[in-house]
């Protein structure tokens, strides 16, 4: 970095040989320009903003502390150096009440000058680092708290209101809705940015008819549009706009982009379950295909089959699924078989729902399967039409243990050989975004393996359960930010990917053996 001083002496002769002396000894300075009084000095740092003014003292019309408080008061951020005489020692020492830097001598020392520019060049590169910081901290904390509102409940939400309205959401609105995008991770690697990058400036274009549009990263292939609306929107005028806005924005990054659509609700508190159709909603791009925009609406046809499945046999079905375990898959299957064929008057129909929402159980769990599926297992084996022409309970359950059999023969293909370091590549990807709330099935997504397998493969190789690594980076930053700043203990738990502040404490305790607020009063260093 370049930093720019300028020279203020009413003496030529000085100037001219502080800027030599300056741009030989300091390289790392450059004299923007000189001034030869205070009138003169005060116009051309307002003009030039230099990141340092050297200044004498005694200067006709307007001295050198005169200056410096007329650029103090008029906001100009340089940081000043005075020159003073042997004479003028306790009349430079007075103005260090400004906020002046350092002072130098006359005779002017070279030693000297190098040292005092050098401290104060350091000076500046400290206070852009902790600006920096703060910066990105503030991002930080508005990016968690804008994905909390997709993951409270309504009394939480309430309670936050006034701190979601100083983060620039809308909270008086009158309706809500969610639109959920993904796209494929065939992209390049600059895809993510372009995606999340592309979102915020096409939806002003596409959903201009909207109060507010705020756009939040989800996850790498994730994002989420959350529009708000003073007056009710017309659903079907929301959903062909959305429809308009993903075939630019797929054209744009050149990957296919698939979108999910909730429905519009009244109140802020009901964000969350708007949230949870959309991503219901996308979950079944594997019916309609990719490369489209599926709202809820279109979807509740399927959601509201009778409720044949209890939900402890779909809990049993998913954890068989995330194991890979097709013979507990087979026996779940044949329970819940078992219970459908005592049930009296059903409707092929039905049993062609129940059928449908059984395999689909599967694909929720594995969603970065979805393409692949369509190709593995035929593009229309999991429409209705294909599922119409079983002619028995028999078939239609053997069909379904079938299928997600195939599933799981997928999920060992890919995972097997262990083709590339992926636990190498998924330490990267944590180390870089432990702060954020990233869970087990993210990663799993993310590099296309299973939550199961890839938990075991992590202990394997690192020694340690991923959930202790994780824990031990949000500690180690949360440590160094309790030493380091000034911030409040839930704000650095927010910060480092925790959302309640009780169990932020805990872990900490686990880990340290004292509280992070005992921590912070027996390690905190001052931040000036």
């Known amino acids: 970095m370049i930093y720019e001083v300028l020279v203020v002496d009413d003496e030529s002769l000085i100037a001219e040989g502080l800027k030599f002396l300056i741009e030989r000894m300091v390289p790392e300075c450059r004299v923007v320009d000189l001034a030869f009084d205070g009138l003169q000095g005060y116009k051309k740092a307002m003009e030039l903003t230099p990141h340092i ?20 008061e ?18 430079a020492r007075s103005a260090m009440v400004l906020g002046v830097e350092d002072y130098i001598t006359k005779p002017v020392e070279e030693d000297e000058l190098c040292s005092v520019l050098r401290k104060s060049c350091n000076s500046i590169l400290e206070s852009r680092k902790k600006s920096e910081l703060a910066l990105e901290m503030e991002h930080s904390m508005k990016e968690y708290m804008l994905k909390d509102i997709l993951e409270l409940s309504g009394s939480e939400i309430e309670k936050k209101k006034s701190r979601l309205g100083n983060l620039g959401f809308p909270v008086m609105c009158q309706w809500y809705n969610c639109i959920v995008l993904e796209y494929s991770r065939a992209g390049q690697q600059e895809t993510e940015k372009n995606f999340h990058q592309n979102i915020v400036e096409l939806a002003d274009k596409y959903f201009y008819f909207s109060k507010s549009r705020i756009v939040i990263p989800y996850s790498g292939s994730m994002a989420v549009v959350i529009l708000a609306f003073d007056k009710e929107a017309d659903y079907r005028h929301l959903l062909n706009a959305a429809g308009r806005f993903r075939l630019e924005l797929a054209e744009k ?34 019916i309609k295909g990719p490369d489209c925009i599926i709202s809820y609406e ?5 959601t509201a089959a009778p409720k044949l499945i209890e939900s402890e046999d779909v809990k049993k079905l998913e ?50 399967m979805q393409f692949q599926l369509n190709e593995y297992l035929g593009r229309n084996i999991l429409s209705l039409e294909s599922i119409a022409k079983f002619q028995t309970i028999e078939q239609l359950k053997n069909w ?18 262990e083709k590339q370091d992926v636990v190498t590549k998924a330490k990267e990807y944590i180390d870089k975004n432990f702060n954020k709330k990233i869970s087990l099935n993210d990663i799993s997504e993310r590099f296309y393996i299973n939550p199961y397998y890839f938990s075991q493969l992590f202990k394997r190789k690192t020694g340690e359960t991923y959930h202790s690594y994780i824990t031990g980076l949000r500690i180690s930053r949360a440590m160094r930010l309790l030493e380091e700043t000034n911030l409040n203990i839930y704000e650095i738990c927010e910060m480092v990917g925790y959302s309640d502040p009780n169990h932020f404490n805990k872990m900490f305790e686990r880990r340290m053996g004292v509280k992070p607020s005992e921590y912070k009063r027996n390690n905190h260093r001052s931040v000036l």
């Open 298 to 302: 279109e979807i509740r046809r399927i």
């Open 319 to 368: 954890a068989c699924i995330d194991r890979m375990d097709d013979k507990g898959c087979r026996q779940i299957i044949e329970e819940i078989f078992y219970k459908v064929e005592k049930e009296k008057d059903l409707t092929p129909g039905d049993l062609q729902l129940l059928s449908l929402n059984l395999v689909l159980t599967g694909i929720r769990k594995m969603p970065f």
């Open 53 to 72: 003014v050297l200044t004498d003292i005694r200067m006709p019309e307007c001295d050198g502390i005169e200056m410096i408080r007329r650029l103090k």
């Open 253 to 286: 990054i050149g990957v296919s982009v698939s979108g999910g659509a909730g429905l519009t609700h009244h109140k802020i508190e009901e964000i969350r379950e708007s949230f949870e159709e959309a991503r219901c909603a996308l979950n079944y791009k594997v």
């Open 74 to 91: 008029a906001g100009n951020p340089a940081r000043f150096i005075i020159l003073s005489g042997y004479a003028e020692f306790k009349y």
């Open 400 to 417: 379904i243990i079938n299928t997600i059999k195939s599933m799981n023969e997928l999920m060992l293909k890919e995972n097997i050989p």
